[in-house]
Nanobody, 123 residues
């Protein structure tokens, strides 16, 4: 069992930066792949980034590649999403998730989800 709580969202201007955090509690955190998804009102939830349980592989949606960086600190049982050069199109509720199967970009492959944190980027 894993519990996830996101934080770090807020309102920023285009070109600004935010760092999202996802604090996890429960057993065997280091055994899970961790992913970030986002969803805007009326839109489908979309994959943003993921990091493998071992931390040796990361994955990004094309829309955020080069701007976002996912990382994890297993000692702190926390996963981060550093978001730079934010654009209005990045506005969404961001969710972190823990999963155990591949591929990491599929929502159904994640077993646990946080409540989400709002990110709003103004132009």
């Amino acid at each position: 069992q894993v519990q996830l709580v996101e934080s770090g969202g807020g309102l920023v201007q285009a070109g600004g930066s935010l760092r999202l955090s996802c604090a996890a509690s429960g057993r065997t955190f280091s055994s899970y792949n961790m992913g970030w998804f986002r969803q805007a009102p009326g839109k489908e939830r979309e994959f943003v980034a993921a990091i493998r349980w071992s931390g040796d592989s990361t994955y990004y949606a094309n829309s955020v590649k080069g701007r976002f960086t996912i990382s994890r600190d297993n000692a702190k049982t926390t996963v981060y999403l550093q978001m730079n050069n934010l654009k209005p199109e990045d506005t969404a509720v961001y969710f972190c998730a823990a999963g155990s199967v591949f591929p990491v970009g599929l929502e159904r492959h994640y077993d646990y989800w946080g409540q989400g944190t709002q990110v709003t980027v103004s132009s």
